[in-house]
């Protein structure tokens, strides 16, 4: 069974700043990689799906890159609103997540 | 437009049986996995298993495989989450999400089921 990695687990910036979270796995995987937001009291929302692809309406600050066990999440500026808990995920496991908060 | 909606909230004891509902609407129900997801009070979340509706063929992650039985009425557009005895351990939000090759694109918006005696 793949696991997943989340680094770091609370990150603290500014609006207006750039974020970069990892999602690291322990295995070689396919391109079916997704991320996830989610803000207290909500259900979780896509962001991205297959390592790269912007989920509808996402904004285009949201970025996904990479390959092979190494994935990363970019926001690009951050918004007041982009201050949540972000999840990667591959087929039925999720990282253990990513605290972004305010600086 | 594509929803999920989730039954209402639980307060139970331990021990009982509890079956709570998640039923589709704006897309073609049949034709997209199902699956369910437990968030324990602040933590992460954990994906239980999946169902095919068309089919029923279901797969569960190996932590809940025979802690819970997932099903699917087609008739009705709706999927089941179920446990035959509950117990405290199983506090949780469970979420309902719909599953394709872009991930889970459509959630609901989640049960509370609390556990206590």
């Known amino acids: 069974e793949i696991v997943l990695t989340q680094s770091p687990a609370t990150l603290s910036l500014s609006p207006g700043e750039r974020a970069t979270l990892s999602c690291r796995a322990s295995q070689s995987v396919t391109s079916y990689l997704a991320w996830y937001q989610q803000k207290p009291g909500q259900a979780p929302r896509l962001l991205i799906y297959d390592a790269s692809i912007r989920a509808t309406d996402i904004p285009a600050r949201f970025s996904g890159s990479g390959s092979g066990t190494d994935l990363t999440l970019t926001i690009s500026s951050l918004e007041p609103e982009d201050f949540a808990v972000y999840y990667c995920q591959l087929e039925e496991t999720f990282g253990q997540g990513t605290k972004l908060e305010i600086k | 437009e594509v929803q999920l909606v989730q039954s209402g909230a639980e307060v139970m004891k331990p021990g009982e049986s509890l079956k709570i509902s998640c039923k589709g609407s704006g897309y073609s129900f049949i034709n997209f996995w199902i699956g369910w997801v437990r968030q324990m009070p602040g933590k992460g979340l954990e994906w239980m298993g999946v169902?095919?509706?068309?089919?029923?063929?279901?797969r569960y992650s190996p932590s809940f495989q025979g802690q819970v039985t997932i099903s699917v009425d087609k008739s009705i557009n709706t999927a089941y989450l179920q446990w035959r005895s509950l117990r405290a351990s199983d506090t949780a939000v469970y979420y309902c999400?719909?599953?394709?090759?872009?991930?889970?694109?459509?959630w609901g918006q989640g049960t509370l089921v609390t556990v206590s005696s």
């Open positions: 999400a719909r599953r394709s090759t872009s991930g889970a694109d459509y």
């Open positions: 169902i095919y509706p068309d089919d029923s063929y279901t």
